[in-house]
């Protein structure tokens, strides 16, 4: 045998060694001392998904505020930001060098469908606590998680909500629905087809709309030729804005109403130059009104004055805010003897608990989201409306 | 320096005893990294040699054939997918998947090279790159591919389990032993076929497409074949990207990694193995792990903070790592055109004579 041979079969047989030899290994953190507790969280601080970045930042006013005050049983919270530009694999990145290089008690939030299932297994794996993915999709709560509790609700309530609204209160008889062709919005599509089919109601028409497109004249003249007094949309910010000035363009006069995905006014303004407002669009939402009149929110938006000036008080910084709480809550129940299990524990006994977010009810074998949902409207000057407070998705499947 | 006085030095593997020391130097310490590293460290390893093997085949294709690619995050797509839907759907096991994935990926390479054929320059790139962002949205469209929601990679299962010969690859360790080994052969394919006709072939047209034809090279073979091995090298590359990630949706796979691949041979150096190889360590290590926690560096960190959110914005942090990135690519470019693999040979050049 030649050299080259030798040298190939020596190294295949010592990665058949090497294979054999290092089956598992896992090396748990607890992520916390006498002096700080450890938590962390990713989003897109930089990239085309950017905006939605502030949810990270508004976890960190919670935080902030908990340091302030004190901390908790002499802790600080310590809070880590990895930015992953919306990209599964940097999220692992980041995730991975934060759970083994610093060792984290628990994540909160978390920023898109993909990137949040991309570290799932891996963070159930390694047993850390995960309040909420910022994502209403089915795949964090089938099959169920014993580590990740949620708070976002599912697409199927928040349309099954919209729906019965337009049925009951605005007695609209023809509903058109106008969807994204994914998980998104055929989950809502089908939520919309049930509640109305309990109505012995049907769709007057129902168009689909691929996340990428950007020119939908002919998906709104569909919405015109059925006549719909009302349409329900699922799609995304900058489609929703194209689709309402295409609308106004061709003269199509309907009560549009949205996802609470898209429930921050003055964002929806900005890219319809005002005519979210002028429409009086009506939209699905899962946070008490920015400016609500209560003390939480109070509090919150002095310290952010404060604390994080330059941010903005809207739907996705207050949504950082919201995956936080029940943490803070529970971190301080359990107070001195602190441990994963027994935070875990006081996670699974929080009942109608309501920060600033939605109504949340967890038990050990429960971790869905709360099936309420508030009605807002956007009037001329650009303010929310409350058109319905916190109403319960009486027929929700989830 | 390195004068050949026969064919047969100029083809060996290992040129000289040094090289070969080396070699096998780096091996050793190739197989024994893991023993030291974290996990975190290794999930980089096991990025960086997973780029390695796709550079290493773009490089082929765009250093030494000199045609360009902007859709290689196409084929890297394909070989993911296609890799992870033979195991669930079809229950092949691993080895044989990503073969098959990644000759499905060379023959998607094959077709792409027909337009090859008559496009040159930047038309060539917007074909090639029309086909990278057309795959993301078939894919995206089509229920069978897991749509928009992605997919999740089964359990990594090296054995045959239908013959209940099983062994399931679960640490970052035994992944990076697994991608290690596809990585040296891999990189050891690609030396080769430098130096075969086939390899000299590709060079000849790189450098002259019309001399190359005279001289009795078939462009339509050689310009097609270039692609499908470049293509293939993507599929491999990607059967093991989808079992390092575990999950993957098409967006994953966007234009902007594309041209990441492309970025990582023109630093790394176009038209050399080594040059891939150094190209895709550095640019992957850049775009992962430079700056990324620069928040929490002692005194440093919380300063730089302070400046960026008073003077600049909420996010200017973040926006460093994509800086220093920037910065670093013009710096090579503008100091060293032939890349990192460049340097390397300018400082071997000196180091020769030294001290002399």
Known sequence: MDLKKVLMVMLVSVFAVFLFAYQGQAATERGFDDKEIRVGQWGPQTGPAAPWGSVARGSKLVFDIVNEEGGIAGRKIKYFIRDDQYNPSQTVAGVRELVERHGIFAFVGGVGTAPCQSVMGYLLENKIIWISPCSGASAFYKPFNPYLWNMWPTYENDASIIAKFAIEKKKFKKIAMFYQNDDYGLNALDSVKYRLSKNKMELVAAIPVEPTERDLSSQVQKLKASGAEAVIGFVSPTQAAIALRTAASVGFKTQWMHSYNLSDYALMNKITDGLWAKEGVITGAFTQEPYADNAPTKKYIEAMKRLAPTERWGIFYMAGVVVAEPLVYALKKVGKNLSTEAVKNELNKITDFQGVGPKVTWRADYHMSGKELQIWQCDPKGEIIVLQQWTKNEISRD | ?356
């Open chain 2, 1 to 356: 320096m390195d004068m050949k006085r026969a064919y047969y030095e100029d083809v060996e593997l290992f040129k000289s005893g040094t090289i070969l020391f080396w070699t096998i130097s780096l091996m050793v310490g190739l197989l024994t990294i893991p023993l030291l590293a974290s996990n975190y460290h290794l999930y980089l390893l096991n990025l960086i040699m997973v780029h390695i093997i796709l550079a290493v085949g773009l490089n082929i294709l765009v250093g030494s054939t000199g045609q360009i690619s902007l859709g290689h995050a196409g084929f890297f797509a394909i070989g993911a997918y296609a890799t992870v839907l033979l195991m669930t759907k079809l229950g092949l096991p691993f080895f044989p998947a990503i073969i098959i994935a990644a000759f499905i990926s060379a023959f998607f390479g094959f077709i792409l090279g027909l337009p090859a054929l008559r496009l040159e320059g930047p038309y060539l790139t917007i074909a090639t790159l029309a086909f990278g962002l057309a795959i993301m949205h078939i894919i995206g469209h089509t229920e069978l591919f897991g749509g928009r929601s992605g997919l999740s990679a089964p359990p990594l299962d090296v054995g045959i389990p239908k013959l209940g010969w099983s062994l399931v690859l679960k640490s970052d360790i035994s992944k990076y032993y697994l991608i290690l080994f596809f990585t040296i052969v891999m990189v050891w394919g690609a030396i080769n076929i430098l130096k075969t006709k086939v390899g000299r072939a590709f060079v000849a047209i790189r450098d002259s497409d019309i001399a190359a034809e005279v001289i009795g090279i078939n462009l339509t073979i050689y310009k097609t074949l270039s692609f499908a091995v470049s293509a293939f090298y993507a599929g491999i590359a990607g059967g093991l990207f989808a079992f390092v990630l575990g999950f993957f949706d098409p967006v994953t796979f966007n234009m902007l990694l594309s041209i990441y691949f492309l970025v990582m041979i023109v630093v790394g150096g176009l038209g050399s193995v080594m040059g891939s190889i150094t190209g895709a360590a550095f640019i992957t290590y850049l775009m992962y792990a430079l700056f990324k926690n620069v928040r929490e560096v002692p005194y440093v960190g919380d300063f730089l903070v302070t400046i960026s959110q008073r003077w600049l914005s909420i996010t200017g942090m973040d926006n460093l790592s994509a800086i220093a990135l920037g910065l670093v690519m013009i710096g090579i470019m503008l100091f060293e055109p032939m890349g990192i693999f460049g340097a390397w040979i300018r400082i071997k050049k000196y180091w020769k004579t030294w001290p002399f």
